[in-house]
């Protein structure tokens, strides 16, 4: 839809501010893990049941093993039609204020507009069938980005540009489907009605937290949503907007899902089929990264806040998601593994201990673009699990991303049956689903060994 973008760049540059569509977290795995990524088609006529476009698209589904009840392809579709009608409706709205009232983060506290085919008085024509958009709480997610410094129109141009996305060869355990724009900077992934009620009752504690503490290394959500479609069927589907934490302008060499807990917690690739796209585990990290000493003690200090904010909404089974870019081509190698030989990014300029350039430093935050050394551990294999490995003095100079992710699943009735039988069968201990205050303590234990004080001399 052009009038889409051309609107969008009126709206940035005009009075009207560009404001709120998608985006996600959960058991979102930030990867291609499984096989790449696939984009999702923008033709209206698949979405709106062209019936031999929809019927390819199912039966592309359905080889691949996907429930498109589930996990829809036509998000974008949707989303360009409602893009256009924020631009010109948001103008209409008041500045932006970080001191929301109650009122704005009532779970009630929701929009619902109506897009006819052939358009309204408010809204566009467009070629998809008939549907309804809800905007969550959208006062409180319009600051959510102002807090996170997102300009409104890339922000639109991003998700509902003339780019498809691209949709995540595998979805998580939830059942959830997860989508990319074009430029990797936000994660779109669809919702359960459960996880949305958790969501907008701890969104208050939320915004909080993230508004309290710039280096917070829980997920940034950019908008919570949903698209009803029309007709007998009724279907709805949520979904969530988020940051890609591992939007950078450096290939990602090495990913790890890390959570504390031991039960389960190995890839099932052999060595020779890891590769970029791969998430390993607990079991599956051989390094110990070390943060020179005012970035560790940061480290520790938001690892602490963001741990007990978790703690406090009930929220467990969370991890930590970390990136590792290796500086050195010749590192990735004796790694083990494949690396994709993609020179699409920047291989990374080498940046010394004692590197001052402002440029570069300006980008460096917490969990983001962090140069540091990692250095290579083993583990015995004659003795019980080590959940880290011994330090062999092998260092590699890497830069990290990481951050804290699924942290929508709180103790519920399911995760205490799953503890209960778990228990009888295994370590206590070892298992993930485990109430939130051993959950945190667990969680932070490993963290905390995983990462260490870098006690190097400059």
Not at 66 to 79: C, I, S, V
Not at 171 to 180: A, D, E, I, Q, V
Not at 318 to 339: A, E, N, W
Request: positive net charge; hydrophobic residues 35%; aromatic residues 10%.
């Amino acid at each position: 839809m052009g009038t889409t973008r051309a609107a969008l760049r009126r709206g940035r540059g005009g009075g009207a501010r560009a404001e709120g569509v998608e985006e996600g977290d959960g058991e979102a795995r930030q990867d291609g893990e499984g096989g790449g990524r696939r984009r999702v088609p923008g033709a209206a006529a698949a979405v709106a049941g062209d019936g031999a476009a929809r019927r390819r698209q199912v039966a592309r589904g359905a080889a691949a093993g996907r429930d498109h009840r589930q996990g829809p392809q036509e998000l974008r579709a949707y989303a360009q039609p409602a893009a256009w009608h924020q631009v010109h409706a948001v103008g209409k709205q008041g500045p932006i204020t970080l001191d929301l009232k109650s009122s704005a983060f009532d779970p009630k506290e929701k929009v619902w507009t109506r897009f006819p085919p052939e358009g309204s008085k408010y809204t566009p024509p467009h070629s998809s069938c008939d549907f309804k958009w809800k905007d969550y709480c959208p006062q409180v997610f319009r600051t959510l980005r102002k807090l996170f410094k997102v300009d409104a129109a890339d922000y639109m141009l991003s998700l509902c540009g003339d780019q498809a996305l691209r949709e995540l060869s595998s979805p998580g355990k939830s059942g959830s489907f997860f989508y990319l724009t074009s430029n990797d900077q936000y994660m779109i992934k669809t919702m359960k009605k459960a996880e949305v009620k958790i969501f907008l009752k701890m969104l208050r504690a939320y915004y909080n937290h993230v508004r309290a503490f710039e280096n917070t290394l829980v997920t940034k959500f950019f908008g919570l949503h949903c698209v009803k479609l029309a007709g007998a069927n009724q279907k709805k589907v949520r979904f969530v907007i988020m940051g890609n934490l591992f939007c950078s302008e450096y290939s990602i060499h090495r990913r790890f899902d890390l959570k504390g807990s031991s039960l389960g917690r190995t890839t099932d690739k052999p060595q020779t089929e890891i590769d970029e796209y791969t998430t390993l585990k607990d079991l599956d990290l051989n390094f110990i990264f070390r943060l020179q000493k005012p970035w560790y003690q940061e480290f520790q200090r938001q690892v602490d806040r963001d741990c007990e904010f978790l703690e406090q909404e009930n929220i467990m089974d969370y991890s930590l998601l970390v990136g590792v870019h290796f500086r050195d081509k010749r590192d990735r190698l004796l790694t083990g593994g494949s690396f994709d030989s993609d020179s699409s990014r920047a291989s990374s300029p080498h940046l010394s201990r004692g590197d001052t350039d402002p440029n570069r430093m300006s980008k460096i935050k917490l969990g983001s673009n962090m140069p540091t050394r990692a250095e290579l551990t083993v583990r015995k294999s004659d003795c019980e699990v080590q959940i880290i490995g011994e330090p062999t003095g092998e260092f590699y100079d890497v830069i990290l991303y990481f951050g804290i992710i699924d942290i929508l699943q709180d103790y519920d009735i399911s995760k205490k049956l799953e503890h209960a039988y778990k228990s009888f069968q295994y370590d206590p201990t070892s298992i993930s689903a485990v109430d939130p205050k051993q959950y945190s303590r667990r969680f932070r234990d490993f963290v905390f060994k995983a990462f260490q004080e870098d006690k190097l001399e400059i």
